[in-house]
């Protein structure tokens, strides 16, 4: 109990203690009080969800006999602090990370090849497809006024595109980085945009976070056993303390509220886990019926990232009335270094080779089994060309090292 005390205490205090003094004001304010408050300026650690997530997993497996307590203080501080996913994850499990440690690992040329074409993967979506997003994002979420809602929309869209390639490009590169060490993280993204669910984008989204949760949380509160109400409220607050964990701001609550409200229809319906297999199985392409859902899904992801990328809850409306109210029927423009039609091929190029790849743990896994040794080559230049070519000149953060 002191050691979940401990590490939710310090995460509460750097991440959330500014957020609830300031909402305890506006509280009191409200019913004609006033109450003084002190706010810090709190310097918020790299990386501090995470490493407390992993901490925390320690403990709990413990507790439940999952797992004995290690006895070298060295190989506990070097499972908290692993460098290649300490500041962005993947939040990864004690049980499985913690003995890789405890014995000796030979790294052969299967685990260098796959973690070097991995990392190259995670580079090309990094600094070629986020950060060129971003340059858009950013400009369409600064002044949503000064745009038609036609390029909100692709702003938008951008954004979606633009943290997957930030988020899962880092995890890429954190996985790819540990297996050139000997390390085998877990996989953290499962090519998401091709869910054709809510339920199953989050069986493939951020999976060590969403995994966290269910087993720690939701499992523990009853899970999907129970009544219909029960259910409903379990799902509520996985999804709201998932916001939560995100940041000290309405924004992701509103976030998480939005995620479980699509989520809600298809537990009722028992249809949450329908979609377990992978898509379009033996197929090249995905029937109708499945780009249909496929579409929706991704309409209605789209839709919870607009409170996600605000930096508030009124700069989100603004963003929506805008988009409903001025020229959904114009062209989008908006002045970038990258032409809108070049991102867009970078776009198809990222999607094509994810899609045609997306029954192995990342893009590139099986490229030596299936392409001849030229053609193989002949890609890997070609993405290297694209990453030095297209590579974004300002300095554009991982989006998670602000969690």
Known sequence: MSSLVVNLGILGFFKYFNFFIHNFQQAFSLLGQDFPYYTLNIILPVGISFYTFQ??????DIYRNRLKPSKNFTNFAVYVSFFPQLVAGPIERAVNLLPQFKKSRSIGEK?????LRQIL???FKKMVIADNCAEYVNLAFANPEAHSGSTLILGLILFAFQIYGDFSGY????????????FKLMQNFAFPYFSRDIAEFWRRWHISLTTWFRDYVYIPLGGSRGTKVNQIRN??????????????NWTFLIWGGLNAIFFIPLLIKKRNRKHLNGIAIGRIFPSFSELGHIS?????I??????????NVQEAVNFIDVILQKGIAEMPHLDTIMSTKMLTLLLILMLSVEWFNRENSFALEDLEKKVPRFLRWSFYSVILFTVGMYMYTEETPFIYFQF
């Open 296 to 300: 929706l899904t991704f309409l209605l």
């Open 235 to 248: 799902i509520f607050l996985i999804f709201l303390l998932s916001g939560f964990w995100h940041g000290a």
């Open 111 to 115: 685990d260098i090849s796959e973690g």
């Open 171 to 182: 995890s890429d590169i954190a996985i790819g980085t540990a297996r050139l060490f000997g």
């Open 302 to 311: 789209c839709f919870t990232w607009i409170f996600f990328r605000a930096k």
């Open 55 to 60: 901490t925390l997993s320690y403990t709990i």
């Open 121 to 123: 993967w995670g580079l």
